[in-house]
């Protein structure tokens, strides 16, 4: 079984900038295609950006050139930076694998954009 652990979220203005980290042991992120998701209040779960094993990258519409997804050389850490924050962004950031959850859901981490 593997271990999820998002971390980075936080309480911003519109237009600020943050910068998640997803956590694993090992090197599984590096052999899996991962992806970022979110679920904002009364929301549904969805997939905002991904990675596969290969280096492709996909972002939903609503934030490419906001949002960019990437993961360390050992393979153990995957990021979301995120730029040009909007209130639409708020929400619990969570990774998994694509293109569906194969491993148990960590606890995400909070984003709150608001003035």
């Known amino acids: 079984q593997v271990q999820l652990v998002e971390s980075g979220g936080d309480l911003v203005q519109p237009g600020g900038s943050l910068r998640l980290s997803c956590a694993t042991s090992?090197?599984?992120?590096?052999?899996?295609?991962m992806g970022w998701y979110r679920q904002a209040p009364g929301k549904l779960r969805e997939l905002v950006a991904s990675v596969a094993a290969s280096g492709y990258i996909n972002y939903v519409d609503s934030v490419k050139g906001r949002f960019t997804i990437s993961r360390d050389n050992a393979g153990n850490t995957m990021y979301l930076q995120i730029n040009s924050l909007k209130p639409e962004d708020t929400a619990v950031y969570y990774c998994?694998?694509?293109?569906?959850?194969?491993?148990?859901w960590g606890q995400g981490t909070q984003v709150t954009v608001s003035s």
């Open positions: 998994n694998t694509i293109p569906t959850a194969r491993w148990p």
């Open positions: 090992g090197s599984l992120i590096r052999f899996a295609a």
